[in-house]
Structure formats: C-alpha cells, structure tokens
C-alpha cells in the first residue's frame, strides 16, 4: 500500500505467526510497513508471511527467550537489510 501512515517503516512483530500477533503483522503492512513475522513457528511464521505479501513481510524463527538473539536480530534489522 503506498502512501499508509506506515509507508517507509519497518516493523519486528514477536508471535506473528497467529492470533492477535497475525493481526497486527497484517494491519502495519497494510499501512505501509514492512514487515518481519517473528515467532518460535518458523514454518507457521513463513506460512503468514506468504498470506501478508513477500513484498510485504518475512519470517524470521524468533524465541523471545534467548537473549543473545534479541542483539542478532537488532542489529539484522536495524542494517539495511530491509531497504
């Protein structure tokens, strides 16, 4: 969607791959964002990344647990991996 209040933004959504984390991984892409489906589910989270758009969103196997993830991920998505 051009021109949403999220055009241009990115957006890391932990448990995306369902219920109200699919949700809000649906609404900010359709506002513009761009965004990473997270959850422990990779194969559900790649599954809803399809339902978004592939232009849309990606999955990325994310558990919340692991902090030494939480730095990986931080700095992949702050990289211009994603422009």
């Given at each position: 969607m051009s021109g949403g209040r999220l055009n241009g933004k990115c957006a890391l959504i932990t448990g995306a791959?369902?219920?109200?984390?699919?949700?809000?991984?649906?609404?900010?892409?359709?506002?513009?964002?761009?965004?990473?489906?997270?959850d422990i589910d990779f194969e559900l989270a790649q599954k809803t990344a399809k339902e978004i758009g592939e232009q849309r969103a990606f999955a990325v196997?994310?558990?919340?647990?692991?902090?030494?993830?939480?730095?990986?991920?931080?700095?992949?998505?702050?990289?211009?991996?994603?422009?």
């Open positions: 791959a369902r219920g109200i984390g699919k949700a809000f991984a649906q609404k900010y892409a359709d506002e513009g964002a761009r965004v990473a489906v997270a196997k994310l558990d919340i647990r692991d902090q030494v993830i939480h730095f990986a991920l931080l700095d992949l998505y702050s990289s211009n991996y994603l422009f």
